[in-house]
């Protein structure tokens, strides 16, 4: 083996390494270094955009949620009014049945009282002409002659003024 080495081959060596040195860095700093930053600023983008979508995601999860606790409010208001609503048509629909049942009260009492009425009103044209017939045989068999015709025609004429007045027509 080569003990000696001379200081030329040393410097050729060493200068050749420094060569070697310099090329390797010379092609890191124009190939590998560009790759590195070009990779660093891929990682940087695509770390910013995450975060954008991150943070848009937040906005919207919030923005969901608002809308969601709104219409929930939206939806308890209109369901308090739908009740409210069908509260004050039930309490009209009884008071509706209600009166029908007054006038229903009211007109069946006035039916009762013309059907009444109406047999009351049959009742004395049927007696009366035959009271009347009745009481003039009596009489005229009792009371034959003027003196009992006189007589009779008073108590007619008493029977007429003495009698009730006619049942009220439309009550």
Known sequence: MHAEISLLEVLFRLTIFSFLAYKLYDLG??????????????????????????NLLISTRHRFETQVYNQRK???????????????QQEGYNAQEQRYRQVLAVLSNKRRQQQDNLTLQKTVAVIVPAAVQCARQQLLSRYQGAQGQALMQQMIQRLVTTAPPSPKRGV
């Open 29 to 54: 700093r124009l190939y590998v270094y560009p790759l590195f930053i070009q990779q660093i600023v891929h990682d940087r983008n695509q770390q910013r955009e995450l975060l954008e979508k991150d």
């Open 74 to 88: 939206m939806f308890t208001l209109l369901e308090r009014n739908v009740q409210n609503w069908r509260n004050g």
